[in-house]
């Protein structure tokens, strides 16, 4: 293995640790209910900042600017159209061992909130995680 991939991993094992460590600080200090809303209202932010600049590059289709950034976080998703919503289905956690901490996916479901906002949609619903046991995470945008 290479001294810049051993870095990178070791990097990444070390973030997933940190941010694990701040969850759970998280709740101890604010509760349950207050770090959800915390983390839900960060990552909506971060999400729709993204699709800002998906949509500055050229990207104005949701489900193919979406599919490319979970795509580039290595979630191997798989996004299809049914009745007028958007079906999600992420293969791979973007984040190591979610079981460890299910906040974890209040963050995923955050970020494709507010990635689809941007695009003109209104809600996004957890349908079911990896860190509740499913073998894939999947969430549904549903149309403004």
Known sequence: MRKAEVRLRTLLSFYDSFLKLTLKGMKEVIGERGAASVLK???????????????????????????????????EPEIVEEDGKLLVKLKNCPFRRPEEEPFLCIITEGLIEGFSNAFGKARTNKLRTRADGADHCAFEILPS
């Open 41 to 75: 209202f960060a990552a909506r932010d971060y999400g729709a900042s993204l699709a800002k600049s998906m949509k500055a590059l050229g990207h104005n289709e949701l489900k193919d600017a979406l599919a490319m950034v979970l795509d580039r976080a290595g979630a």
